[in-house]
Nanobody, 126 residues
Framework: QVQLQESGGGSVQAGGPLRVSCTTIRMIAATYRMAWFRQVAGREREGVASLSRNGDVRYHYSVKDRFTISRDDSKNSLYLQMNNLKPEDTAMYYC????????????????????WGQGTQVTVSS
C-alpha cells in the first residue's frame, strides 16, 4: 500500500477557490492511478475526480468544469483545484491510490482503491 497525506482543506465562502494536496512517499506518475473522494457524515463516500496512470481524467458530474485534478511528479503530489465552490461541496476530502491493480483506466469507484489518506475538511459557507 501507499502512505498518503492530505493537506490544504479549510473554510471558504461560496464562489471561492481552494486547493487540496496529497503527498506520498512513493512516485505517483507512472505507478498508480489516483483519485479524490469526499464524504459527508452519514452519507456514502463519493468519487470526485480520478487520474489514471496514462494521464486520463474523470470527474463526478457535479464538479465537472469546476474542479481539476493534477499531479506534480517532482513533488510526489496530487492536487485537486476547486473553483466556484458551493455549500454542497462541504465534506471531508480523501486522497486514494490504486496500488495493486495496475489498471490504466480512470475510476470513481471506492472499491477500486486500496490506499487512503486521513482526509482534510473543506467547508463552504453561503
Amino acid at each position: 500500500q501507499v502512505q498518503l497525506q492530505e493537506s490544504g482543506g479549510g473554510s471558504v465562502q461560496a464562489g471561492g477557490p481552494l486547493r487540496v494536496s496529497c503527498t506520498t512517499i512513493r512516485m505517483i506518475a507512472a505507478t498508480y492511478r489516483m483519485a479524490w473522494f469526499r464524504q459527508v457524515a452519514g452519507r456514502e463516500r463519493e468519487g470526485v475526480a480520478s487520474l489514471s496512470r496514462n494521464g486520463d481524467v474523470r470527474y463526478h458530474y457535479s464538479v465537472k468544469d469546476r474542479f481539476t485534478i493534477s499531479r506534480d511528479d517532482s513533488k510526489n503530489s496530487l492536487y485537486l483545484q476547486m473553483n466556484n465552490l458551493k455549500p454542497e461541496d462541504t465534506a471531508m476530502y480523501y486522497c486514494a491510490a490504486d496500488f495493486f491493480s495496475r489498471k490504466t483506466t480512470t475510476s470513481l469507484g471506492e472499491s477500486e482503491y486500496d490506499s487512503w489518506g486521513q482526509g482534510t475538511q473543506v467547508t463552504v459557507s453561503s
